[in-house]
């Protein structure tokens, strides 16, 4: 009955409307998504949800589609993912993802802004100094799309918490600067069965590997653990464009991996050299 | 002739003169990447990742001529 309520509501304030290509398209407007959450005490989410299973397109989601369709865009929203580490990646990975419409982030930080962050962190402005990255990111998310719950956490990630933290995610995406603490997440997604996908940045150059359980992953590129805690970003620094470009890719390898759309960047690692432009996609399988 | 045509990256590249970060280096007698890596003087603990025709290789790889080396720092930045 209640299912049935939903369906109905969302048929009688879907809106025919001509797609960028002429195409007719059945959407939903923003405004009707609230409504009908409010109608039938349900989150936005679902509302999205039941419009997409009967091929009405939200209309924030209606640029997606073409890439993605009503399958991928369904699947993302049903789909929970794991952003480990908020600051200068997580925080982009964060903005891209709930623009996408990933149903559910977790955000797990356990540091605050200063403002050495302010050249690349996206979500840390003067105003936030000295506040909690999740807070920020969780407030930013709400900002952007209603449908997305975040689940923020503030914490470090740690051998003790990483099982409880990861729990029912579909994804994990590596926003670290720690060589250990990196290694510490590619552990817990081996344990919880999930990929995790990796991202990094120093100066002018980034890289990203995508790494399901049981494939060689950051032993390609730190060779074994423990050797050293930090890479050359200590003389390089972080750039914020850089940054920026990196966490859109490791955002393009979450979307690929939930609607099956594409192929991962699997036992392959791209190295961006943003001096010259340069990627280079490299062979690093078992 | 018998080189090999050698890529550096971020921290690598002061060892390279040149903008471009590229050098044709001979390599007689089974040079390894260890040895092409001594003769730029780049030490073995600054480099982590080693690519020859874009598959990973450990330092020990004997070069063949027109291999194509791409060495790495490690990058960790978040």
């Known amino acids: 009955m209640f299912v049935a309520e939903l369906r109905q509501e969302v048929c009688l ?13 059945t959407v939903l407007a923003l405004d009707a998504v609230r409504d009908i959450a409010r109608r039938c005490a349900v989150q936005p989410r679902e509302v999205e949800i ?52 990933v149903g559910e982030l977790v955000i797990i930080d356990g540091d605050e802004y200063d ?67 990196r290694f510490l997440v590619e552990r817990a997604c081996a344990r919880q069965r999930v990929p ?33 805690r930090h890479g050359v970003e200590i003389s390089f620094g972080n750039l914020g464009t850089v940054v920026t ?20 960047v699997r036992n392959r690692v791209l190295f961006l050299d943003l001096v010259s432009g340069d990627v280079h996609g490299v062979d690093v399988g078992n | 002739m018998n080189y090999v045509r050698v890529r550096v990256f971020a921290t690598l590249r002061k060892h390279l003169s ?15 990447v260890g040895d092409i890596c001594s003769e730029l003087g780049i030490p073995h603990d600054e480099v982590k990742v080693v690519f020859v025709n874009d598959h990973k290789a450990p330092l020990r790889q004997v070069l063949q001529p027109g291999d194509r080396v791409s060495i790495f720092p490690p990058i960790a930045g978040g």
């Not at chain 1, 794991?82 to 997580?90: M, N, Q, S």
């Not at chain 1, 952007?144 to 933290?165: F, H, K, P, W, Y």
């Not at chain 1, 470009?245 to 192929?263: C, H, M, P, Y």
């Open chain 1, 50 to 101: 039941c419009a997409l299973q009967e091929e009405v397109i939200p209309l924030r989601y209606q640029r997606s589609i073409g890439s993605i369709g009503t399958d991928g865009q369904l699947t993302l929203l049903q789909s929970t993912v794991a952003v480990v580490g908020a600051g200068g990646l997580g925080g982009v990975v964060c903005e891209i993802l709930a623009r996408t419409g």
């Open chain 1, 13 to 25: 304030q879907a809106q025919e409307r001509e797609g960028p290509g002429g195409e007719g398209l």
């Open chain 1, 115 to 181: 403002e050495s962050n302010l050249n690349r962190q996206i979500h840390s402005t003067e105003q936030n100094l000295k506040q909690k990255k999740v807070d920020s990111s969780k407030e930013r998310a709400a900002q952007i799309n209603s449908s997305v719950s975040v689940r923020a956490r503030d914490t470090m990630l740690s051998e003790c918490n990483a099982e409880c933290l990861l729990d029912g995610v579909d994804v994990v995406v590596d926003c670290l600067d720690s060589i250990p603490d």
């Open chain 2, 18 to 32: 040149g903008e471009d970060a590229l050098a044709n280096i001979r390599i007689d007698g089974g040079k390894t």
């Open chain 1, 196 to 228: 995790m996908v990796h991202g990094a940045v120093a100066g002018m150059m980034g890289q990203i590997l995508t790494i399901y359980p049981g494939d060689v992953g950051l032993r390609a590129l730190y060779g074994e653990e423990g050797n050293r």
């Open chain 1, 245 to 264: 470009t990196v966490a859109a890719l490791q955002s393009q390898e979450v979307v690929k991996i939930i609607t099956g759309v594409g192929a991962a």
